[in-house]
Structure formats: structure tokens, C-alpha cells
């Protein structure tokens, strides 16, 4: 499927739940999920680099992410390319302006699949599905905090990830993961703006008439009005 930022997108979500470094890690990982569970919506610039393991190539990519309770998320790429990711009420779409090329999906099939959104709905359990170790703390910037997560039970997309939490604030700052190719995503935030005012109408994408439409929706659930 060619929809990046959905990988991007879920690889950051699973960030949200994670704890911050300390004798306690349990402990913490309640007051970072305790501060995320209260948030109605918050939004964030960023800044990316993926780097390709086999040719040692590095992709460096900006633009902005906003979330809104329940499951409403616009992870909009402005470098090197334009990409909007819309996840909806009623769908997923991934649009690239270059190539007017727009990717419907299913809002079950993001949500239900065993990505980060899970966490962001609520639907997973960290302590189970993650072993939490701290991380080094030479590694972490002023203020911040720096902890290891490894999944139970590693998927391709994702075998290892390190954030870096903001103590003043409990919110994720940076998050770095690895998948089984060793393949690596290192996303920074920047500007966090906790419970802004978003119009759900951020949250709608309806594909330029000049766009090819790629529907991989369950065929009982596409819409081909």
C-alpha cells in the first residue's frame, strides 16, 4: 500500500503511551498515559528523517500533525513532498498532490490493525505488548527523559523505538524506531499546542477532480456515489 505516513503516522502514535526514564518506570508510564488520556486534541510541526539501510540514503521530510478525539488525525507533509494523510470519520485518505494520486482506505482497517493508532484509541495495552526499559541518559536533552520500548511480539514495521519525553510537560519530543530491515525514523516535535480549537471539517478530504482515486476500502463499505 502507498500510504507512508500511515506508517509514519502510526509509528508516532505509539509514542503517546510511553513512560519517561526513571527508577520507576511504571509509575510514570501512568502519568504520561494519564496526560495523553486527558488531552482532547493537540497538534505539532515536524521534522523527519528515514533512513534506508541497504543504500545508507537519508529522506529528510517537514510538515505538521494534528489529533482530535476521538480517532481524527491530519499528518500533513509540506518536504520534500506534498503529502496529506486525512484519517476521518467515514475513511482514511493519503493524497499526493505531485502526482494527483489519492488512496482511500477504511477507518476499521487502520484502527483495527495492530499499529500505534491502537494506542491512541485506547485499544491496546502497553505493559502488555511492551517490554519498558530506560534509556541512556547521556542521550537525552535538557529536561528530558529517555526510554527504550521493545514489542512482545516484533513486527517487520517495527522492532525497536526510543523517545525522548519533555519532564516540564510529560509530552513526547522525539521518537526514533527501527523496523526488521533496519530501516530508521527519527521524527522531532516542535511547537506542541495542547487542546486547540479544530474544526472537524480539518479532518474531511474530498479527492481534485483531476486526481486518480485508488479505493482499497472492503467493497460492502465503499461509497461509490
Known amino acids: ?8 503516522l502510526v509509528l508516532f502514535v505509539l509514542a503517546l503511551v510511553a513512560p519517561a ?27 523527519q528523517a528515514i533512513r534506508n539501510a541497504a543504500s545508507g540514503d537519508v529522506e529528510q521530510r517537514s510538515g505538521s500533525f494534528v ?3 476521538p480517532t481524527l ?9 506534498k ?24 477507518v476499521e482497517e487502520i484502527i483495527n490493525s495492530k499499529t ?18 530506560a534509556g541512556k541518559a547521556e542521550e ?10 521493545a514489542p512482545r511480539e516484533p513486527e517487520p514495521g517495527l522492532v525497536m523505538a526510543k523517545v525522548w519525553i519533555d519532564l516540564a510537560t510529560d ?22 499546542v495542547a487542546n486547540p480549537k479544530l474544526a472537524d471539517s480539518l479532518f474531511v478530504f474530498t479527492p481534485p477532480k483531476d486526481a486518480r482515486v485508488h479505493d482499497n476500502t472492503p467493497a460492502k463499505g465503499r461509497d461509490l456515489k
Not at 500500500?1 to 509514519?8: G, P, S, T
Not at 488525525?73 to 513532498?81: A, I, L, M, Q, S
Not at 530491515?181 to 516542535?190: F, G, H, I, K, V
Open 140 to 149: 537525552a536533552g535538557p529536561g528530558q527523559a529517555v526510554l527504550q520500548l
Open 171 to 192: 509530552m513526547i519530543a522525539r521518537i526514533y524506531i527501527q523496523d526488521f530491515y533496519a530501516n530508521t525514523n527519527d521524527l522531532t516535535l516542535s511547537g506542541i
Open 1 to 8: 500500500m502507498k500510504y507512508r505516513a500511515v506508517a509514519l
Open 73 to 81: 488525525v491530519r499528518w500533513e507533509t509540506v518536504k520534500p513532498e
Open 83 to 106: 503529502e496529506l494523510l486525512i484519517v476521518g470519520k467515514d475513511a482514511v485518505w493519503d493524497y499526493f498532490e505531485e502526482d494527483k494520486e489519492a488512496y482511500r482506505y477504511s
Open 21 to 47: 526514564l526513571a527508577a520507576d518506570p511504571a509509575e510514570l508510564s501512568g502519568r504520561i498515559q494519564k496526560r495523553y488520556a486527558a488531552l482532547g486534541a493537540f497538534s505539532a510541526e515536524f521534522t
Open 116 to 133: 500505534m493508532l491502537r494506542f491512541l484509541t485506547g485499544k491496546a495495552n502497553l505493559t502488555e505488548d511492551f517490554l519498558v526499559v
Open 67 to 69: 489529533f482530535k478525539k
